[in-house]
């Protein structure tokens, strides 16, 4: 069985402040991918990034990393220079054969 | 890459009722799913709805509650028989797209069942 685990259930940061967002997942199988999404009020899934299990390359995109970490079995995301605009719902998924388990999902605050 | 539409975007419906909701893909695709996110929730997966024979439910969800059908490799439809209060949800469909292992979601149906 896949599990996806968020431990932060909301985290409130300033303007301008770094911030990661934790994800930790647990599979049998060697073939998998891991997403990150935002959801913003309006309710849509927004895709940030995709990961495959083979490749554990960290990623940046723009203020946006991630951290990918095989041996501990964590996806980490990290927000540099936070917004408001990025005051959001952040899901993880670890997705097999198709099908996504979703973590409980991180609800973030940029305050100004 | 793979653009979905859902209709109807959002419903108002009554207890008791049933609502089939539409799934079109611009594409062909082999993999389409469909998810629930009850209010404040996660979300979570329904159904692998399957080209030219039944779908396959995760546990917790019955044919007889979310009938699916999948006539050809595009379009897709859930239908939530016997709605009530719980049933109030985003419905999402998925595709997945085995060639480039890359997930796309529709814009959700957003139903409330009064």
């Known amino acids: 069985a896949q599990k996806v685990t968020q431990a932060q259930t909301e985290i409130s940061v300033v303007e301008k402040e770094d911030v990661t967002l934790d994800c930790v997942y647990e599979t049998r199988d060697t073939t998998y991918y891991l997403f990150w999404y935002k959801q913003p009020p309006s309710g849509e899934l927004v895709f940030l990034i995709r990961?495959?299990?083979?490749?554990?390359q960290n990623e940046i995109s723009g203020r946006y990393s991630w951290n990918f970490q095989k041996s501990t079995s964590s996806f980490n995301f990290t927000i540099t220079a936070s917004q408001v605009v990025d005051s959001a719902v952040y899901f993880c998924?670890?997705?097999?054969?198709?099908?996504?388990?979703f973590g409980d999902g991180t609800t973030l605050t940029v305050k100004p | 890459s793979a653009v979905i539409s859902q209709k109807p975007s959002r419903d108002i419906c009554q207890r008791g009722t049933s609502l089939t909701i539409q799934c079109q893909v611009d594409s062909q695709v082999t993999m389409m799913f469909w998810y629930r996110q009850q209010p404040g929730q996660s979300l979570t997966l329904i159904a692998t709805?399957?080209?030219?024979?039944?779908?396959?439910?995760e546990s917790g969800f019955v044919i007889d509650k979310f009938p699916i059908s999948r006539p050809n490799l595009t379009f897709s439809t859930l239908t939530v028989s016997n709605m009530s209060p719980e049933d109030s949800s985003i419905y999402l469909c998925s595709v997945w797209t085995a060639d480039s292992y890359e997930q796309y979601f529709g814009p959700g149906t957003r139903l409330t069942v009064t």
């Open positions: 998924a670890l997705n097999h054969a198709g099908k996504s388990t």
């Open positions: 990961r495959n299990s083979f490749d554990e």
């Open positions: 709805a399957n080209q030219g024979s039944e779908a396959t439910y």
